[in-house]
C-alpha cells in the first residue's frame, strides 16, 4: 500500500501563488507515474500535470504554464507549483501514484482563489 499526504493548499487572491507538497509513504518515484489531479464543485476528476518515472512532463491545456510539477526523490516528496492563479482553479487538489496500473490517491489539499 502507498499512502500520500497532500499539503499546501489554502486561500488565495487572483494572481497569487500556491507551492502544494504530495508526502509519499514509500519511494515509489522510480516505478510509479505521479501526478496532480483535480476536482471543481460538480464537476469530474481532472488530470493537472503528472510526471513519469523517467521524469517526463505533461500538463493539462488550462495549465497555459502557470504550474509546474517537480519531485524530489530522496525526500518522497511531489510538488505544484501554481502561479497566476485564477478563480477558475478553484478545486480539491489529489496527488495521484500509479505504480504498475494500480492507482493510490491522497485525502487532497483545498486551493479556493478569490477574484
Known amino acids: 500500500q502507498v499512502q500520500l499526504v497532500e499539503s499546501g493548499g489554502g486561500l488565495v487572491q487572483t494572481g497569487g501563488s500556491l507551492r502544494l507538497s504530495c508526502t509519499a509513504s514509500?519511494?515509489?518515484?522510480?516505478?510509479?507515474?505521479m501526478g496532480w489531479y483535480r476536482q471543481a464543485p460538480g464537476g469530474q476528476r481532472e488530470m493537472v500535470a503528472v510526471m513519469t518515472s523517467s521524469g517526463s512532463k505533461s500538463y493539462a491545456d488550462f495549465v497555459q504554464g502557470r504550474f509546474t510539477i517537480s519531485r524530489d526523490t530522496l525526500k518522497n516528496m511531489l510538488y505544484l507549483q501554481m502561479n497566476s492563479l485564477k478563480p477558475e482553479d478553484t478545486a480539491i487538489y489529489y496527488c495521484?501514484?500509479?505504480?504498475?496500473?494500480?492507482?493510490?490517491w491522497g485525502q487532497g489539499t483545498q486551493v479556493t482563489v478569490s477574484s
Open positions: 514509500q519511494n515509489i518515484f522510480r516505478i510509479a507515474r
Open positions: 495521484n501514484a500509479r505504480p504498475l496500473a494500480t492507482d493510490y
